[in-house]
Nanobody, 121 residues
Framework: QVQLVESGGGSVQAGGSLKLSCAASGYTYRRYVMPWLRQAPGKEREGVASIDKDDTLVYASSVKGRFTISRDNTKNVLYLQMNSLKPEDTAMYYC???????????????WGQGTQVTVSS
């Protein structure tokens, strides 16, 4: 059974940094595409970044240059380093997984429970 557990969210002032983690279990980690997505109140879920099985990276234009997605295949952990945070980055952040690459579309099969990120001005 696929399980994804996010951590690392919190409250930070604009310009600050946070690093999110997503611990994965229950499947062959390396064979899955894994993204980070977020959802702000009243808005649709949107893709932030994704990493493919061959480590190809895709970023939303709104976070490119500020966020970095990475994975540690020895620990089965997905990361999202977020720098230069802005109030508009405030959202619930989710990691997901699927054998199919949906890139930044919210169509992934497996989801974590989410971790809240709040950025104050």
């Amino acid at each position: 059974q696929v399980q994804l557990v996010e951590s690392g969210g919190g409250s930070v002032q604009a310009g600050g940094s946070l690093k999110l983690s997503c611990a994965a279990s229950g499947y062959t980690y390396r064979r899955y595409v894994m993204p980070w997505l977020r959802q702000a109140p009243g808005k649709e879920r949107e893709g932030v970044a994704s990493i493919d099985k061959d480590d190809t990276l895709v970023y939303a234009s709104s976070v490119k240059g500020r966020f970095t997605i990475s994975r540690d295949n020895t620990k089965n952990v997905l990361y999202l380093q977020m720098n230069s945070l802005k109030p508009e980055d405030t959202a619930m952040y989710y990691c997901a997984a699927d054998r199919r690459n949906w890139e930044l579309q919210p169509d992934y099969k497996y989801w974590g429970q989410g971790t809240q990120v709040t950025v104050s001005s």
